[in-house]
C-alpha cells in the first residue's frame, strides 16, 4: 500500500469545483506535486510546490496543502478534465519518492 | 520541445535481463537529475529509480534495489534502466522523467516503453 492516500474515484457535475485530496505524514514536511493522465496517454504535470502550474495548465488547476494532506482543486470542471490524477511526493522516511494510488475523476 | 523517447522495452522470461534507454532532446539534459517511472497495466504511478545530473547519486526503491542499475550519459543525453533478475511483477510500461530535485517533481514524461516479464 502507498504512504500516499488517495480516493480511488470522485465525480463533479460540469462546471462545478471538485477537490481531490490526497494525505500522507510526509506530507506535513514536503510538498506534493500532482498528475493527470489521460487514457493510453503518458502523465502530465498540472501543479507543484506550493501551488504553481506550469505553462500551459489552465488557471481552474489549484493547489494547497493543511497538514498532512494536499489538495488539488478543479473551479469550473470541463469535460476534458476527465482523467486519473495521482499525488507525488516523499515517503515517510523522506528517502524516497512515491506516488499516491490515484483518483479516477468522472465530469458528469 | 522537449522530447524523452524510450526504448528496449520487450518481452522477457522470469529471471532475464533488459535494458532500456532514453533519448533526451530540447533539454539542457546534463542540468537535469532523470528518473524512472513505471506502470503496470490498468495499476498507478510507480517511482523505480533517480539518478543526479553529474551521476553522483542514485536512488532507488526497496522493490528493485540490487536488481536494476540506472545510469546516463551526458554526451549522449541518454538515460538507462538494466533490469536484472526480473519477476512477473516488473511487467509495466517504464517511463523516462525528468526531475526537479529541489522541490521532487517530475516535469518531462516521455511515451514509455512496454516490458513484459512473462514464460
Known amino acids: 500500500s502507498s504512504e500516499l492516500t488517495q480516493d480511488p474515484a470522485v465525480s463533479v457535475a460540469l462546471g462545478q469545483t471538485v477537490r481531490i485530496t490526497c494525505q500522507g505524514d510526509s506530507l506535513r514536511t514536503f510538498y506534493a506535486s500532482w498528475y493527470q493522465q489521460k487514457p493510453g496517454q503518458a502523465p502530465i504535470l498540472v501543479i507543484y510546490g506550493q501551488n504553481n502550474r506550469p505553462s500551459g495548465i489552465p488557471d481552474r488547476f489549484s493547489g494547497s496543502n493543511s497538514g498532512n494532506t494536499a489538495s488539488l482543486t478543479i473551479t469550473g470542471a470541463q469535460t476534458e478534465d476527465e482523467a486519473d490524477y495521482f499525488c507525488n511526493s516523499r515517503d515517510s522516511s523522506g528517502l524516497h519518492l512515491v506516488f499516491g494510488g490515484g483518483t479516477k475523476l468522472t465530469v458528469l | ?119
Open chain 2, 1 to 119: 520541445q522537449v522530447q524523452l523517447v524510450e526504448s528496449g522495452g520487450d518481452l522477457v522470461q522470469p529471471g532475464g535481463s533488459l535494458r532500456l534507454s532514453c533519448a533526451a532532446s530540447g533539454i539542457n539534459f546534463s542540468d537535469y537529475f532523470m528518473s524512472w517511472i513505471r506502470q503496470a497495466p490498468g495499476k498507478g504511478l510507480d517511482w523505480v529509480s533517480y539518478i543526479s545530473s553529474s551521476s553522483d547519486y542514485t536512488n532507488y526503491a526497496d522493490s528493485v534495489k540490487g536488481r536494476f542499475t540506472i545510469s546516463r550519459d551526458n554526451a549522449k543525453n541518454s538515460l538507462y534502466l538494466q533490469m536484472n533478475s526480473l519477476r512477473a511483477e516488473d511487467t509495466a510500461v517504464y517511463y523516462c522523467v525528468s526531475l526537479k530535485y529541489d522541490l521532487d517533481y517530475f516535469d518531462y514524461w516521455g511515451q514509455g516503453t512496454l516490458v513484459t516479464v512473462s514464460s
